[in-house]
RNA sequence: CGGGAAGUGGCGCAGGUGGUAGCGCAUCUGGUUUGGGACCAGAGGGUCGCAGGUUCGAGUCCUGUCUUCCCGACCA
């Protein structure tokens, strides 16, 4: 193993992947484009779920489970919703594999066939809107507020670890409301819980905004995202919510009746996020020594380092250290007191530093004659010392701080990186050496947007929700358009 | 899926024109060390991605296949 990482400067996307896997999150596999998630990347993955379950129930939703496996016909219920997910489907065809007649570890039984090919889920609202149908009669049934921890597969012809793999983890919720209001609220307050989870415990900054009609969810009327921007200037789409209106209803006959005694279709929403936001989070804060964490998404939030000569040394440190534990303990900081003789300080130091625990303490024998401790930063790479009778006051103070200075960090990183184009050759030129968010004026079409992209490969990212109205001409078409919208080169 | 590159001990690599595998790091043992990836001495570990083929002989040549990385099209 090299000792150092690539930089960002030297080649961002080997920089990436090279932290992902130095740092211990998780490595790839022998399927393709599947990765295996390592414990300690899967420890801020359990932190990133617990926050979230916490906050999905809060808003009155309960989980449920539902079937990995999705019976061919659902697909061509709903038109396009198949023509979105058709080409990345994994398709189960058969249920045996027997000896191989010529000697050759096993085959496919041929007598094992399917007579209904089976899904394996890419997105789970064709089986869940056929399972919603029989649990809805009344509008005493509704809303119906569900969401599920699950994995799932999509055949993508280029996988990168976390930001695109094959299969991976998330959540999806999926409602069931008997107004159409009722399901856009729904939509938006999602939106809302995901941006203020990635904002609070994740401190990465986010654009909320609706998508144009050809980012658009697969069988969506309004998709709803937020967007975080990168370092090297592209941008990331963090969390989805859309308002599905009545189509997964009417394509799966998923009626109600109302007070009146009428029937009428349901309306739907849907909203996920993924183990993406693990990529997210990487490549928000992370910097060329490796992992940055926030606090708040940190699996060991302390680590505390033994540096001695001697058993009996190291017997006095633990007992510092200990009893430091403790104090930050009851507190409920997770702490690591890392007394392992089996390495040395520095390789720890590095360790810990490549792995972004967000504070190191190290004790050694001149802090035990002076009453102190070192207390390192991983963020801003700084160390101070503090008496070992401040540090259970200094440390939750400090971590408040890492978390709010890193949310800071990445908030003015964009602003620096967001950018207005009036002309063409403007947009290009800011597009081409991928300087971040462009606010640019758009005719509305998607003809015009395809173009563009075509052009520079930058997509529109959003509508901001917070926009201004603006009259103004169309950087392509130069047709009369009412505001700006927000476009950059994407993952 | 199209174009390019690559798969050799755990990791990173070297192995003109075919002749039975080597280096660095890591690992293990012993000793000295421990405030930013320690040092010395010794040791173990590879059917060269996989499957065929050519050949007296294949890491090396040929065919197929799988995986990874980069560039496109697609996408959370």
């Known amino acids: 193993m090299g000792k150092h990482l690539t930089t960002r400067a030297e080649d961002y996307s080997k920089w990436y992947n090279e932290l992902v896997v130095k740092a211990d999150l998780a490595q790839n596999s022998g399927v393709r484009g599947s990765m295996v998630i390592k414990p300690y990347g899967f420890a801020i993955w359990e932190r990133i779920q617990a926050d979230l379950d916490r906050r999905f129930k809060e808003t009155g939703h309960m989980n449920a489970y539902f079937p990995l496996f999705i019976p061919k016909s659902y697909f061509s219920k709903e038109a396009s919703h198949v023509d979105g997910f058709a080409k990345e489907c994994a398709v189960v065809t058969h249920y045996r594999l027997k000896n191989d007649p010529d000697g050759n570890g096993v085959v496919v039984d041929p007598n094992a066939k399917l007579e209904e090919e089976l899904i394996v889920r890419p997105t789970s609202e064709t089986i869940i809107w056929d399972t919603y149908r029989d649990w809805i009669q009344s509008y005493r049934d509704l809303p119906i507020l569900v969401n599920q921890w699950a ?17 991976f983890l998330w959540q999806e919720g999926h409602t069931a409301h008997a107004t159409k209001e009722e399901a856009i609220q729904e939509a938006e307050t999602m939106l809302d819980v995901y941006a203020s989870f990635v904002e609070e415990i994740m401190a990465i900054p986010v654009l909320r905004g609706i998508k144009t009609e050809g980012e658009r969810f697969a069988g969506a009327l309004e998709t709803y995202c937020i967007e975080a921007l990168m370092q090297d200037g592209k941008a990331l789409q963090a969390g989805t919510s859309h308002f ?26 849907s909203w996920g996020v993924s183990t993406r936001l693990m990529g997210a989070l990487i490549m928000t804060h992370s910097d060329d020594n490796g992992l940055v964490l926030p606090p708040k998404l940190a699996p060991y939030q302390v680590v505390i380092v033994p540096i001695y000569k001697g058993q009996e040394q190291l017997d006095a440190i633990s007992e510092v250290a200990n009893d430091l534990v403790q104090q930050l303990r009851a507190q409920g900081i997770t702490v690591k007191y890392d007394d392992r ?17 967000p504070l190191r303490i190290a004790i050694g024998p001149k802090d035990l004659e002076k009453g102190s401790v070192e207390l390192a930063r991983r963020d801003t790479l700084t160390k101070q010392f503090v008496s070992q009778s401040d540090v259970a006051a200094v440390v939750p103070a400090l971590l408040d701080e890492i978390q709010n200075s890193l949310f800071e960090k990445a908030l003015k990183f964009r602003e620096e990186r967001t950018h207005v184009a009036n002309s063409w050759e403007e947009f290009e030129a800011l597009i081409k050496e991928s300087a971040g968010f462009v606010y640019a004026h758009w005719d509305g079409t998607t003809e015009t947007e395809d173009k563009i992209k075509d ?16 009259e103004g001409a169309c950087i392509l078409t130069g047709k009369p358009s009412k505001q700006r919208v927000v476009f950059a080169k994407a993952y």
């Not at 189509?247 to 009428?264: I, M, P, R």
Request: net charge positive; glycine share 6%.
């Open 151 to 167: 994995n799932v597969v999509r055949w993508e012809m280029r996988t990168r670890l976390f930001l695109r793999t094959a299969e």
């Open 244 to 269: 599905l209106g009545q189509n997964f209803a009417k394509a799966f006959d998923v009626k109600f009746q109302t007070k009146e005694g009428t029937q009428e279709h349901v309306w739907a929403t």
């Open 341 to 357: 003789d089996t390495q040395k300080p520095g390789w720890k130091f590095n360790q810990y530093e490549l792995q972004g625990v």
């Open 455 to 470: 052009l520079t490969k930058a997509t529109i990212r959003c509508i901001p929700i917070s926009n201004e109205e603006e």
